[in-house]
């Protein structure tokens, strides 16, 4: 496991944040450094460090409005190298369910980047407290890398 992490927020309502503030308090219990960011800008964001995307799907099956540009950006970057986790929030009642963790999943694999593990997609109505089943999920996916 490497000694920092990059959490890249997609949000509309804060639920992603939650999240994201959860799996820093897990991963600084293990002596782990993480920077979360909330604007997520691609040339800001460490690609040796492994990266945490938690995002949400807003609208039709869209990309939160503050995680749009950092995806912009990732169409025309190399990502060869870089390792990620991605956590997705979506509610089982749209049939776009986790479609902004769906694409970026899509967008980062296209440009190199690899995945560590299979997306986890939390169904909000399911696990009405997100943060919780993540870091479960979390906690259990580094135990077993």
Known sequence: MTNHFEIIVGTMLGASEYVADAIAAA??????STRIHGEPQLDEINKQA???VCTSTHGAGELPDNIQAFAKSVQHADLTGVNFYLIGLGDTSYDTFCYGAKEMETLLKAQG?????PALHIDVLEHPI???EAVAWFETTLDNA
């Open 27 to 32: 991963l600084a219990q293990r002596g782990v």
């Open 113 to 117: 980047a690899n995945m560590l593990s």
């Open 50 to 52: 492994t990266w945490v």
């Open 130 to 132: 997100p943060e919780d």
